[in-house]
């Protein structure tokens, strides 16, 4: 963190900072005001996040935050990739998820090509959808406990993230950047041994998460640094966008999975938690509990899953098999023109949206009829959440501005596209 | 189809002068409409008692390069009561803005969802488009001194040689 003068912000910026009334008046503002910098190199951002913040002594009073350093224009290359092409860069996206963003692109395409997925590919997609939100509310349980000091809980919560890492490994044969959906399925079927592995370690969550959450739910310290802070009212968070957690935080029964239901998550019995407070506490509980209810889906999913194909049978859009390229030949055919020519989705647009951990992940693509998408929106949870950044932390002190980007969660790669 | 039917009828009951094309693709309902009336429309989908499209998920543009109407911009509402998705559409042609200057420019909705406010933003910044009456309507990802925006057709692929000048180094 930096102190500026004004002339090393940008004139738009502060003319956004000193918009905020203050009781401060601008002849005694340089006494007691100043603007401080936050980031982007700043570890507490949890990326390439800058905040200016102008503060009346330790209070914050307007903070702007400033995005795109990790602008890597995904939209634009979308335009000019065959939707195939794209699948890999969805894993860059919310980074702490991939298999989740690969399942949103998916069901986006398939929905726009009119493909549907078979039985068991969609199961193996909730487990990975589910794994994949464990996984990133783990980070954000110990991330949010690191940055207000409790820093044996984000080596514990890592441990246990570090077991589904070994998972996806044996699923796809990656550990993070996994691109394991297709176009009408997934890459290949899931072995037994991942399967047994995923029951193994379902069974012995329950008891290490309680024992993360022994650490800090009774922990002074964490608690009132979190209890009140950050607080945001259901009407407020519906008004500025907040979707996922951060809104279930503040009383609103909102989950895409429930309102408007994809893959089989109909069949499914969970429960979404809610929490009315709205505050950074409020935020933890609800993401503590969702991974609860993921266990509990996993679990159902392992039970019902039926045996089967995982690729959809549509030669002219779904790729073909590897082995059956190099010993057939409409194979070989069909794969040199999906690979070349796209898949060419009839003329039109939809818009598809799923929860992701961080919210609501949607892609809105409209197609000419050409391999490549004419254009590829990507509505990213992280950057909506993060506009509610300014409301949040206006009031609290400078310590108080790391808690508050601890529990909404942001990652930068999704924020920034 | 309910919604296409219910939408249909609120719509028509309310503004019987606009002329609204409603459209139910793959489940998904569109409403087209003339750019100018976006803001009571939308103040008319958030606020009446039975539709209650309080999120905004989105606002977006689409480019269509050499239609005569280049941009259509593009809004995701969602009503929590009714959990359904509405898709508003209005196309946009370079008109007058308030200041006498040709340009790209709608309405901004931000007074209605505040949530706009930084997908206008972004929209500005990637397509150029204008949204009057927006609060603070600076670049979301560029850099403010960046002459171009980059998600319109003609601005090529590999980007602009120069047009992102370096840091210059200090001796």
């Known amino acids: 963190m930096e102190k500026l003068t004004k002339e090393e912000v940008h004139p738009k910026i502060l003319q956004a900072l000193l918009k905020v009334d203050s009781d401060i008046s601008v002849e005694d503002s340089l006494e007691n005001e100043m603007i401080l910098n936050m980031g982007p190199q700043h570890p507490a951002t949890h990326g390439v996040l800058r905040l200016l913040l102008r503060l009346d002594g330790e209070t914050v009073i307007a903070c702007v935050p400033e995005l795109g350093y990790l602008h890597r224009g995904y939209e634009k290359m ?14 860059r ?3 702490l998820s991939p298999l989740a963003n690969n399942v949103a692109w998916a069901l986006a395409v398939e929905k726009l090509a009119g493909i549907e997925a078979p039985p068991r590919a969609q199961y193996i ?44 490994d044996i699923l796809c044969g990656a550990r993070f950047t996994n691109s394991y959906t297709r176009i009408g399925g997934v890459a290949n079927d899931a072995q037994p041994e991942a399967l047994a592995k995923v029951k193994w370690f379902i069974d012995q969550y329950e008891p290490n998460l309680d024992e993360c959450e022994r650490l800090i739910n009774t ?17 407020d968070a519906i008004e500025i966008g907040l979707t996922g957690p951060n809104l279930r935080g503040s009383g609103v029964e909102f989950d895409l999975r429930r309102a408007t239901p994809y893959l089989f998550y109909n069949e499914m019995d969970f429960n979404i938690p809610v929490y009315k407070e709205g ?24 039970d019902k899953m039926p045996q089967g194909e995982t690729l959809a049978n549509s030669p002219k859009k779904v790729l073909p098999k590897k082995t059956e390229i190099y010993s057939k030949m409409e194979e070989l055919i069909h794969d040199f023109m999906i690979v070349n020519f796209g898949i060419n989705p009839p003329v039109g647009e939809v818009y598809s949206a799923v ?30 959440n993060l506009q509610a950044l300014p409301m949040l932390v206006k009031g609290h002190m400078v310590s108080d501005v790391v808690a508050i980007i601890g529990s909404i969660d942001p990652v930068m790669g999704e924020a920034d596209k | 189809m309910k919604l296409k039917e219910l939408v249909t009828k609120k719509l028509t009951e309310k503004f019987p002068e606009i002329k609204f094309d409603i459209t139910d693709y793959k ?31 989105d606002v977006t543009a689409v480019d269509w390069a050499k239609r005569k109407n280049r941009f259509t911009v593009v809004y995701h509402i969602f009503s929590l009561k009714l959990n359904t998705r509405l898709r508003l559409k209005a196309d946009i042609d370079e008109s007058d803005l308030p200041d006498g200057k040709a340009g790209f420019n709608i309405e901004s909705v931000s007074s209605i969802w505040k949530t706009a406010d930084w997908h206008e933003r972004e929209t500005y910044d990637m397509y150029g488009i204008t949204f009057n009456n927006h609060p603070d309507l600076r670049r979301m990802y560029m850099p403010e001194e960046f002459e171009y925006h980059p998600l319109r057709k003609d601005f090529p692929l590999m980007g602009i040689p120069g047009s992102l000048p370096l840091p210059k180094k200090e001796n």
């Open chain 1, 78 to 91: 979308a335009e000019n990739m065959s939707y195939y092409e794209f699948i890999p860069h969805t894993d």
């Open chain 1, 93 to 95: 996206l919310d980074y």
């Open chain 1, 125 to 168: 997609r909730m487990i990975i959808t589910e794994m994949a939100r464990i996984a990133s509310h783990l980070v954000a349980i110990g991330a949010l406990a690191m940055d207000v000091g409790a820093l044996t809980v984000f080596l514990w919560t890592l441990r246990e993230r570090e077991k589904i890492l070994d998972i996806w």
């Open chain 1, 219 to 235: 922990n002074r310290i964490f608690i009132e640094r979190l209890d009140g802070v950050g607080v945001i009212s259901g009407e």
């Open chain 1, 279 to 302: 505050d950074c506490l409020a935020r933890y509980f609800v993401r503590a509990d969702e991974t609860r209810e993921s266990i509990k889906i996993i679990r159902q999913v392992l």
């Open chain 1, 355 to 384: 929860e992701n951990p961080k919210g609501e992940l949607g892609f809105y693509l409209v197609s000419k009829g050409e391999g490549h998408p004419w254009k590829c929106k990507i509505r990213s949870p992280s950057m909506v």
């Open chain 2, 27 to 57: 489940d998904q309902v569109a409403v087209t409409f003339d750019k100018q009336h976006i803001v009571p429309i939308a103040d008319f989908l958030k606020n009446d008692e039975e539709l209650q499209f309080k999120l905004c998920e």
